[in-house]
């Protein structure tokens, strides 16, 4: 199970942290998110050793990192613009599948998601 939090609504330039509990044993997690009326997007990945990759649109603005001992997936959020409003959600996975974990394929645990809404 994964359950996300800390989503909120923020000021275009502004900064938000949000976290991902797990409760099971996953090796691969991920970020991605939906605005209103697009397909879901990657947004950043941790590998089983820690290494991150990021979407390009968030690279330098974003930073994911997790905790292993506490199974918890971070982000944080630096620079927030318009377009990084939607639901936010982690994903998990016990096995690699992929290449790249940039993908919706790769994964096979979701969470419910939490809000962010950036303002102009």
């Known amino acids: 199970q994964l359950v996300e939090s800390g989503g909120d609504s923020v000021q275009a330039e502004g900064s938000l942290r949000i976290s991902c509990e797990a409760s099971g044993y996953v090796l691969y997690l991920g970020w991605f998110r939906q605005a209103p009326g697009k397909d879901r997007e990657a947004v950043a990945s941790?590998?089983?050793?820690?290494?991150?990759e990021y979407a390009g649109s968030v690279k330098g603005r974003f930073d994911v990192s997790r905790d292993f001992h506490k199974r918890i997936l971070s982000l944080n959020m630096n620079s927030l613009k318009p377009e990084d409003t939607g639901i936010y959600y982690c994903a998990a996975a016990r096995q690699r599948r992929c290449t790249s974990l940039l993908q919706v394929d790769c994964y096979t645990f979701w969470g419910q998601g939490t809000r962010v809404d950036v303002s102009a």
């Open positions: 941790v590998d089983s050793d820690g290494t991150t």
